[in-house]
C-alpha cells in the first residue's frame, strides 16, 4: 500500500518554503527534500514572508531559519501569527544551537517543531512528515468543526462537546437556549441568498461577542442557533427581550421575526443529542403560535403525553355524541365592511376537560388520522347549517371548512364532499375549502385533488400563506382562489409592510383574491384596506361564533 507521503504518477507535490540565509545549508535541506516536496526558497526572513504571502495555499509548511539579517525568525513568526490565513501553514524551525531557550520562544510564536543542524536527512523527512499529516488532519477538523458561515460550532461539534462537558462537569446545572429565525425562506427570496447568508453571520456574530454567558454555541440547523451555558437563576424571558434587540441592532436585513424555546437546569442524564431534539420540540409549541415569541421546556410537555393518549381514548365516542361544536368567524368585506363569509371553526365540549380549542386537539388528530373523520363532520354540519338559514329565511354567506393534508389524500374527493351538498340542497358556490400551504405544495397526488374539487365548483383558499418554509413562487402551481395571509404578519404588519403589500399584489397579479386573517384594530385594518386586500377576518369584527350567535349576527348584519 502506498504511504500517504508518497507521490506517484503526476499528482502534485505538497510545497515546501526554506527560509535560511546559508546557501550550503539550503542547499543541503533542498537536495533532501526535493525529491518529495515542491522547493521554494527565500534568503532571508523578509523575502521568506513574502513568498509566504503569494504561495500559502500550495504551501505545506515552511522550514524557518533564526538567525538571519533583514528579518530574523522570531519576526518572520511574529508577523506570520497576526495573519490567520499564513498562520494556518506549520513551521519548522531549524536551528544550529540547542539552546532551550531559543526553542522555547520560537514555539511560543506559534512554531510546531524543531529540528537541530547538522540535519539528518531521516529525521527531518519524519518530523516533516508528522507535522504535515497533523496539521492537515487539523484542518479537516476545523472544517467539520464550524460552520462557515456563522463561525460557531457545527451541530455535530457541538453534540461533542456539549457532552464531553457534562462528562466532564457531573455537578453543574446548565441551561439551553435556541433561537429560531422565522421565515427565513422568505428573507432568501426577498433579499437574495447572500442577504440571507448576511443575517445568519451577524446572529452568529451576536452570539460570539453578547453570549448569554454561554459556554458553548452552534448554528444547529439552517436557520437554528443553540446556546449552553451553566445555569442561572436570571430571568431569562427578560435577557430573551435583550437578546431579540440585540440581534436586530445593526442587522442587515430588517422585518424578521425571532423565535426563542429555553431549557433551564438541564436533565444531563440525558444525552446531549436529546436535550437538543427537547428544545426542537419546545420550539414547534412557539412556531405557530403568533402571540408567542419565548416558550420553556418543562416536564409538563411529558406529561402532555399521557393527557393525549386519554383523550385519544375518548375521541371516537366525542364524535358519537356531538361533543363538537362549529363555530363561526365572520369575514367582511374590507372596502364595504359588509359581512362577505364566514369560517368554519371546530370545538371540542369534553366532559371532564371542558371547551377545548382546535390547538389542543387537532395536531393529535392530524398524527391520528381522525381529522378526516372530524372534518367531514364538520363538512356536513356547515352543510346542514346553510340549509337551515335558508329555510329560516336568513341570506347565507360562503363559509370555508378547513382541510387537512390528511383528508384530502384520504377521502376519496370529490364525490364524498358533494353528498351532503346535494342532500341538503345548497348552491355549491357557497362552499370553500381552506387548505394550508404547506399541505399542498411538493405533491402531485394532492395537486390533482384539488384541482377536482376546485373544477367542482368549491372555491379553494390557502391557509396561512406565508407560514410555511416553501417559496413566494409556488402560489403559481397550487389551485387557488383566494390567499389567506398567515396570521403571522398581521400581527407583525408594522415590520413587515413590505412583505405584505408585495405578497397582496402578487397575488391580485395571478387573479386571486386576498384575505388577512386575525385582524384585531383598526390600524391594521387601514394599512391593510391601503394594500388592497380584499377580506378581513379578526377580532376587529367578530370572535368565532357558537352557530346560535353566527345566526343572529347574520340577521343584524345585511348584505
Ligand atoms: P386557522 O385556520 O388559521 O384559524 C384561525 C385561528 O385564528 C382561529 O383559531 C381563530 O379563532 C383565530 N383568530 C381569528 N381571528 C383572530 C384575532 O383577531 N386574534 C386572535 N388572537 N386570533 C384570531 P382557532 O379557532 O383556535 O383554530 C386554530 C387552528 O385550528 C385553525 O387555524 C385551524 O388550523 C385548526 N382548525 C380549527 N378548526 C378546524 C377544523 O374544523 N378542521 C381542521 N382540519 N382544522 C381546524
Ligand atoms: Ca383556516
Ligand atoms: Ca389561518
Same mark, same amino acid.
Not at 429560531?180 to 428573507?187: A, C, L, M, P, T
Given at each position: 500500500?502506498?504511504?500517504e ?9 505538497? %510545497? ?10 539550503r ?5 533532501i ?14 523575502? %521568506?514572508?513574502?513568498k509566504l #504571502?503569494?504561495g500559502? $495555499? ?12 533583514n ?46 543542524k ?19 488532519s487539523?484542518?479537516?477538523? #476545523?472544517?467539520v ?28 446545572k ?15 427570496? !426577498?433579499? %437574495? ?6 443575517? !445568519? ?6 452570539i ?15 436557520d437554528?442557533?443553540?446556546l ?36 433551564? *437546569?438541564?436533565?444531563?442524564s ?6 437538543c ?9 412557539? $412556531? ?7 416558550a ?12 393525549l ?6 375521541m371516537?365516542d ?17 372596502k ?24 389542543d386537539?387537532?395536531?393529535?388528530f ?5 381529522i ?12 346542514e ?16 371548512v ?9 377521502? *376519496? ?15 355549491i ?19 390533482? #385533488? ?16 406565508g407560514s410555511g ?21 398581521? $400581527? ?6 413590505e ?38 377576518? %379578526? ?5 368565532? !361564533? ?7 349576527? !347574520?340577521?343584524n348584519?345585511?348584505?
Amino acid at each position: 500500500m502506498l504511504n500517504e507521503f508518497e507521490t506517484y504518477g503526476n499528482q502534485k507535490k505538497r %510545497g515546501i518554503l526554506i527560509v535560511e540565509d546559508n546557501d550550503i545549508n539550503r542547499e543541503m535541506l533542498k537536495s533532501i527534500l526535493e525529491d518529495k516536496y515542491e522547493i521554494t526558497e527565500a534568503a532571508d526572513g523578509l523575502i %521568506g514572508l513574502e513568498k509566504l #504571502k503569494e504561495g500559502y $495555499r500550495d504551501l505545506s509548511l515552511v522550514l524557518l531559519d533564526v538567525q538571519m539579517p533583514n528579518m530574523n525568525g522570531y519576526e518572520f513568526l511574529e508577523h506570520q501569527r497576526n495573519d490567520e490565513l499564513l498562520s494556518s501553514v506549520p513551521v519548522i524551525v531549524t536551528t544550529g544551537s540547542t539552546i532551550s531557550e531559543d526553542e522555547e520562544k520560537c514555539l511560543a510564536l506559534g512554531a510546531s517543531d524543531f529540528v537541530t543542524k547538522p540535519y539528518n536527512p531521516r529525521i527531518i523527512i519524519r518530523r516533516i512528515e508528522a507535522i504535515i499529516r497533523l496539521s492537515e488532519s487539523m484542518a479537516t477538523l #476545523k472544517a467539520v468543526e464550524f460552520d462557515n458561515i456563522s463561525g460557531l460550532y457545527t451541530k455535530a461539534a457541538f453534540i461533542h462537546h456539549f457532552q464531553r462537558y457534562m462528562d466532564e462537569n457531573k455537578d453543574k446545572k446548565l441551561d439551553m437556549l435556541m433561537i429560531n429565525v422565522e421565515g427565513f425562506s422568505y428573507i432568501n427570496e !426577498l433579499y %437574495g441568498v447572500a442577504k440571507g447568508e448576511q443575517l !445568519l453571520k451577524h446572529i452568529g456574530n451576536v452570539i460570539s461577542v453578547c453570549n448569554f454567558g454561554a459556554i458553548m454555541s452552534c448554528r444547529y440547523t439552517t436557520d437554528r442557533f443553540i446556546l449552553m451555558r451553566v445555569h442561572s437563576d436570571s430571568d431569562v424571558s427578560k435577557e430573551v427581550v435583550v437578546y431579540n434587540e440585540k440581534i436586530h441592532e445593526n442587522s442587515p436585513v430588517s422585518g424578521f421575526v425571532l423565535k426563542f424555546a429555553v431549557y433551564t *437546569d438541564v436533565d444531563t442524564s440525558v444525552s446531549a443529542a436529546s436535550l437538543c431534539e427537547r428544545l426542537s420540540v419546545t420550539m414547534k409549541t412557539v $412556531r405557530r403560535r403568533y402571540d408567542m415569541q419565548l416558550a420553556f421546556y418543562s416536564t409538563e410537555m411529558a406529561n402532555r403525553a399521557k393527557h393525549l393518549k386519554k383523550m385519544e381514548e375518548s375521541m371516537k365516542d366525542a364524535l358519537k355524541e356531538k361533543q363538537f361544536s362549529v363555530y363561526y368567524q365572520p369575514k367582511h368585506d374590507a372596502k364595504t365592511g359588509e359581512i362577505a363569509g364566514a369560517e368554519a371553526l371546530v370545538r371540542w365540549i369534553h366532559p371532564v376537560h371542558g371547551f377545548l380549542s382546535p390547538a389542543d386537539f387537532i395536531p393529535l388528530f392530524e398524527e391520528n388520522g381522525f381529522i378526516t373523520k372530524l372534518d367531514l363532520y364538520v363538512w356536513n354540519t356547515v352543510c346542514e347549517d346553510i340549509r337551515n338559514w335558508i329555510n329560516d329565511g336568513i341570506k347565507p354567506v360562503p363559509v370555508s371548512v378547513n382541510a387537512s393534508r390528511r383528508d384530502i389524500l384520504s377521502i *376519496d374527493t370529490p364525490e364524498r364532499l358533494l353528498l351532503p351538498i346535494n342532500e341538503n340542497d345548497v348552491d355549491i358556490g357557497l362552499l370553500h375549502i381552506e387548505i394550508t400551504e404547506s399541505a399542498s405544495v411538493n405533491d402531485n397526488v394532492i395537486l390533482e #385533488k384539488v384541482k377536482a374539487v376546485r373544477d367542482m365548483g368549491i372555491k379553494i383558499e390557502l391557509d396561512d400563506f406565508g407560514s410555511g418554509q416553501s417559496s413566494l413562487g409556488t402560489i403559481r402551481d397550487i389551485p387557488t382562489d383566494i390567499i389567506k395571509l398567515d396570521i403571522s404578519f398581521v $400581527r407583525n404588519i408594522e415590520k413587515q409592510k413590505e412583505i405584505v403589500k408585495m405578497i397582496i399584489s402578487l397575488a391580485h397579479a395571478l387573479g386571486h383574491k386576498t384575505v388577512a386573517e386575525g385582524v384585531e384594530t383598526k390600524e391594521q385594518l387601514e394599512i391593510l384596506k391601503d394594500f388592497g386586500c380584499d377580506y378581513i377576518q %379578526g377580532y376587529y369584527y367578530s370572535k368565532p !361564533l357558537e352557530r346560535n350567535e353566527f345566526r343572529q349576527y !347574520l340577521i343584524n348584519n345585511k348584505h
